[in-house]
């Protein structure tokens, strides 16, 4: 069945296409989501509002691209929505951490040693700003522009944020690789 026709008759409101529809896509939006949440609860709330909104709006699904992309862009913005308004968002703030996070280099081959749980987990622990940024612009390929745009902020906060997160994670990874070396400084 081709994703028009799916969606199509999940517009109609049939249950048993519905349920293939949510089948098909639940696990890779549940991935999605827990990029963006906090907590696994929080990741199946926004997965649970972006299903509900997938339905309401299947019907605007015209078939120009694929619908795994555009029920994916209605996941994110679930999860935008869902981090403003539970108030954890910290977007527009810049936040002194308290910890040294400047540019260090990471070993080449640090990163494929880290399975992609460990990945998720390092950056679920990001502050929210800088999660929601390192998401929307390395993950799902949102530029500044288009970022300051989805989250009301300056395109300078946004590469700010982003810079932010990367050095962060560079110094968890290179803090990772000490342990995986045996040398740990922790």
């Given at each position: ?35 963006y949440a906090g907590t696994q609860e929080d990741a199946e709330d926004m997965l649970q509002e972006g299903f509900i909104r997938v339905f309401d709006a ?47 280099g990471v070993e080449p081959d640090a990163v494929s040693r880290l399975s992609s749980s460990e990945i998720i987990q390092l950056v679920s622990v990001l ?60």
């Amino acid at each position: 069945m081709s994703d028009k026709e799916l969606a199509r008759r999940c517009a109609r409101n049939e249950q048993k296409f519905q349920r293939i529809l949510y089948d098909r896509f639940a696990v890779k939006m549940m991935a999605v989501c827990c990029r963006y949440a906090g907590t696994q609860e929080d990741a199946e709330d926004m997965l649970q509002e972006g299903f509900i909104r997938v339905f309401d709006a299947i019907g605007q699904f015209r078939g120009d691209g694929s619908l795994e992309g555009w029920i994916k862009r209605v996941m994110i913005n679930a999860a935008l929505y869902h981090i403003a308004k539970s108030k954890k968002s910290v977007i527009g703030n810049h936040q002194e951490l308290g910890a040294n996070h400047t540019e260090t280099g990471v070993e080449p081959d640090a990163v494929s040693r880290l399975s992609s749980s460990e990945i998720i987990q390092l950056v679920s622990v990001l502050p929210p700003a800088y999660r929601t940024v390192f998401n929307l612009s390395v993950m799902d390929g949102f530029n500044h522009s288009e970022i300051s745009q989805m989250l009301g902020i300056s395109e300078s906060t946004s590469r700010s944020n982003l810079a932010k997160a990367r050095s962060i994670l560079k110094n968890k990874i290179n803090k990772l690789t000490e342990v995986y070396h045996g040398q740990s400084k922790l």
